[in-house]
């Protein structure tokens, strides 16, 4: 199939299949006429790189448990660790968005909102205060 329907049946855009595919996540065939030609099996590869990707894993990430899901020899330890380093790294950068959100909190709580020029928010980003 061409690029437009392994597109639509992957729901990716032909730019991210194409840069898959400059990376080497991906090789399909080419027909004779030079273009594209991606199997089925090619298509599922595209939704379990979408689905790692709407995880948060990185594409280096998704490079590695591509490989792990095509090798049938695998040991699942391998997969649970990669998934257990995203999870601690989810978990850190919930602490660092949870401290943002207080800050912003603290300086949306302390200024006046008024027509005054004094603000602590700016003050707090200009390093003022």
Do not use: W
């Amino acid at each position: 199939m061409n690029i437009g329907s392994a597109s639509s049946k992957s729901g990716l855009p032909a730019k991210t299949i194409r840069y898959y595919e400059d990376i080497g996540l991906l090789k399909p065939e080419r027909a004779e006429n030079g273009y594209r030609d991606y199997s089925t099996s090619d298509v599922h590869k595209l939704r379990f790189l979408q689905r790692s990707r709407g995880l948060g894993f990185s594409v280096e990430e998704c490079r590695q448990l591509l490989a792990l899901y095509e090798d049938k020899e695998r040991a699942s330890a391998d997969v649970k660790s990669i998934a257990q380093s995203k999870l601690v790294e989810i978990d850190r950068k919930i602490i660092e968005l949870r401290e943002l959100q207080q800050t912003l909190k603290h300086l949306v709580a302390h200024c006046h909102g008024d027509r005054r020029p004094d603000c602590p928010i700016l003050e707090t980003i200009s390093g003022e205060k």
